[in-house]
């Protein structure tokens, strides 16, 4: 049965940091792992998707790098700013079901 | 074009009651999913319609079900609601389904509580 984990489950960080948040997973099989943004009380956003075959996303500040064999992913989040509090979560997608990980809060103090 | 959008977008039930969630996918998008999401248990994927026809299930009991109409809009139906239906639902759609999947455009949620 597949599990997603994030740790931490909240994390606090001076604005122009550079931070790492972490996504594992314990069944390798996946065909992609994506990562959302979700805002209190809102829904989720896209950030990032990486196929099974890629090893890395970018997208502007965000990149996100997929190690199926480890099973881990990261989202690298450059010069922090907080309009990027919010919680992170990681999804991994295998027989057309979405397993999502807890999140990890993130608050980016000014 | 117009995001994914969900009606209504709170709602307060008491237990024993029946409720019944819309969305509207992204025009053109032909896939509608269903999320439960709350503090324990996290998101949890309730079920997928594609073309009118459920094709995958989460493990939620048979008081959770759902339907695509023609137009690929969905509804989720609940009956006999429980306390802990208390979540925030929400759909998703995308263009397709299968394998790889696609991303997917998630809407703003209902938020459900139960009394």
């Known amino acids: 049965k597949q599990e997603v984990t994030q740790i931490p489950a909240a994390l606090s960080v001076p604005e122009g940091e550079n931070l790492v948040l972490n996504c594992s997973f314990t069944d390798s099989a996946i065909y992609n792992l994506q990562w959302f943004r979700q805002d209190p009380g809102k829904g989720l956003t896209s950030l990032l998707l990486i196929q099974s075959s890629q090893r890395e996303q970018t997208s502007g500040r965000l990149n996100a790098s997929l190690d199926k064999s480890s099973g881990r992913s990261t989202l690298y989040i450059a010069a922090s700013q907080p309009g990027d509090s919010a919680t992170y979560l990681c999804a991994v997608n295998r027989d057309d079901k979405i397993i999502f990980g807890k999140g990890t809060r993130l608050h980016i103090l000014p | ?115």
């Open chain 2, 1 to 115: 074009k117009a995001g994914v959008t969900q009606t209504p977008r709170y709602l307060i039930k008491t237990r024993g009651q029946q409720v019944t969630l819309s969305c509207s996918p992204i025009s053109g998008h032909r896939s509608v999913s269903w999320y439960q999401q709350t503090p324990g248990q996290g998101l949890q994927f309730l079920f997928e319609y594609f073309s009118e026809t459920q094709r995958n299930k989460g493990n939620f009991p048979g008081r959770f079900s759902g339907r695509q109409f023609s137009n690929s809009r969905s509804e989720m139906n609940v009956s006999t609601l429980e306390l802990g239906d208390s979540a925030l639902y929400l759909c998703a759609s995308s263009y397709r389904s299968g394998r790889p999947k696609e991303t997917q455009y998630f809407g703003p949620g209902t938020r459900l509580l139960v009394l």
